[in-house]
């Protein structure tokens, strides 16, 4: 059984690999390549992506065959990668850093940012279409499934609800609806898409949807955590934005202590909902991982 490290090490470059040759294959202008490159390059932990893979590798082995998997993975990064490029704009977060580095429309400036980003909503639906290895009838499920969880019945609904939310305080009820659909949709999404590919049964997809919640909600209160107690340094953003942006967080309504023990209590349930699958799984590592982590 792989370790996370061993596995991130050996997956990740494929994913990378992925990303830039959809960048590389298509005709474009070069501006628009460099400002698409630039966000790509930016790093991140490629969480979602590697999701889909973790649950391929713990329902088959770490020797699946189906390279197309990749193409897959590369499709919900450049979802992901496109809603930070947009959060970031002077109309939404107006952030001028993310990951230590200039953001997009600082870079590039705001046309160009917005016009990258649309660019790869619609490369990652084109990457699900033309991976034909895959059967059609499971190429057909993953876009409208991708689909409902990037646009308004998903992510971009929870941002609209974010938005909203900015004016008052929310209740801590309201606060985790804005992330299962902001946060949690594409996450979840990338574990369903995960099990579709390795054709699991429908009670195991229904229990990697319940783990998917749970750890969609503990990655969110993780990060909450981090921007109030990590250093602007650490997190390659400034610290303690949300407070100064007066956003709802977990720790603004429960405090860090009680913000903790949310997140170890949504850890536990992630936990039970994979009671499937072998104890050191790749995805119970992920879930330590994400309640463990430091940036």
């Given amino acids: ?25 298509s005709v474009m202008p070069e501006t628009l390549k460099e400002s698409m490159r630039y966000s790509i390059e930016a790093g991140g932990k490629r969480v979602r ?25 590369a499709a919900i990064e450049l979802i992901h990668t496109y809603s930070l490029i947009h ?69 971009v609904g929870g941002q609209v609800l974010d938005l909203e939310g900015e004016t008052r305080q929310l209740s801590l009820e309201e606060l985790e609806h804005v992330h299962i659909h902001k946060t949690g949709a594409l996450l979840t999404y990338s574990i369903e898409a995960g099990a579709i590919l390795s054709r699991m049964c429908e009670y195991e997809r229904s229990e990697l949807k319940r783990y998917a919640h749970h750890i969609g909600l503990a990655f969110q209160i993780k990060d909450d955590i981090l921007d109030v107690t990590s250093t602007t340094e650490q997190l390659g953003k400034p610290a303690n934005s949300d407070e100064a942006s007066e956003k709802s967080t977990y720790p603004a309504i429960l405090g860090l202590a009680q913000s903790k023990d949310q997140m170890e209590s949504h850890y536990t349930q992630a936990i039970d909902a994979i009671a499937f699958f072998q104890e050191g799984s790749l995805l119970h590592q992920f879930a330590h991982y994400i309640i463990d982590r430091n940036l």
């Fill in 1 to 25: 059984m792989s370790t996370l490290q061993t596995f991130i090490e050996r997956e990740l470059p494929k994913v990378d690999a992925a990303l830039y040759a959809l960048l590389d294959n």
């Fill in 49 to 73: 992506p590697l999701l889909v893979l973790a649950v391929m590798e713990d329902a088959l082995g770490a020797d699946n065959t189906l390279e197309e998997r990749y193409a897959i993975a």
């Fill in 87 to 155: 959060d970031d704009l002077p109309a939404m977060d107006d952030d001028d850093y993310r990951r230590g580095k200039l953001t997009n429309h600082k870079k590039f400036g705001e046309a160009m940012a917005i016009l990258a980003g649309d660019a790869m909503q619609a490369m990652a639906f084109q990457s699900i279409a033309e991976a034909y290895a895959i059967p059609a009838d499971m190429r057909i499920e993953l876009v409208q499934l991708l689909a409902r969880a990037s646009g308004a019945d998903g992510m």
